[in-house]
């Protein structure tokens, strides 16, 4: 059986509401809590910061939430693990496909990947969750890791 | 059986968006009966490995100037339009 989005899932890198006000907060506060659990190292921040401001992964969805998918090169990552944010209210992430256009994101998926071909199906359900508005909104008023879980069963 | 066509799905890094964008083009594709093979690389590497390919497909701006049709979309991860972008590909292929 596939190794499923949930257990890749750090509960340390869980964030629920998070107040930030720029997308490089919210991501240098997910990448911290992904180094202090142990999943990447300290210079991981600096690829994703990088990569975000040369390839943005703001992501417009169908229902009234967006979502950002932060990631970057496999080099900084210590063991594979997905952080996790909702955002108290909107942060400006640039369109991955117009950065000149910006889009107003309340759900964060920070993916610290090492195998990604290995990880396929982790990744479609990333994208099978955020191809449901119904998941996301329920991952948006989610305030356990359980609750999070039994969502992400469900894509 | 005519021969598989190729495409090429570009993202950032190569890493995690292009992976799903080509499963979901070759199970997407395969539904309507039609074979594809994919190739992914980084949106850097497009004009490098264009050679040999029927489209390319990406996440994220690359040249147009290829001499190939390119297909810029998100849909094969948000969900929005994608039936549409299904039939551009369908059109791009057949066309070549």
Known sequence: MAITLQAYLVPEA?????DAETS?????????????????RGAFVEGVLARERVQPTGLPLEGKYNAAI??????????????MATLARPVLFRNMVNPEKEVPVQLVFLLALDQPKSQIEMLQQVSHVLQNPELVEQL???????????????? | MP?????????????ATSTVVAKAIEDALRERGIEV????????????MVEGMDLVVTT???PTNLGVPVI???AFLTGIGKEAVIEQIVKALNQK
């Open chain 1, 14 to 18: 869980l964030i629920f509401g998070m």
């Open chain 1, 70 to 83: 932060p990631h970057t090169d496999v080099d900084q990552v210590i063991k594979p693990g997905i952080a």
């Open chain 2, 3 to 15: 021969q598989a066509k190729r495409i090429l799905v570009a993202c950032g890094t190569a890493i």
């Open chain 2, 60 to 62: 994220t701006p690359v």
């Open chain 1, 24 to 40: 490089e907060e919210v991501i240098r506060n997910l990448c911290g809590k992904l180094m202090y659990a142990g999943y990447v």
């Open chain 1, 140 to 155: 948006m008023h989610a305030r356990n890791l359980f609750q999070v879980r039994e969502t992400l069963r469900k894509a």
């Open chain 2, 37 to 48: 093979i994919t190739r992914q690389c980084k949106a850097s590497e497009v004009a490098s």
């Open chain 2, 72 to 74: 810029q979309t998100l």
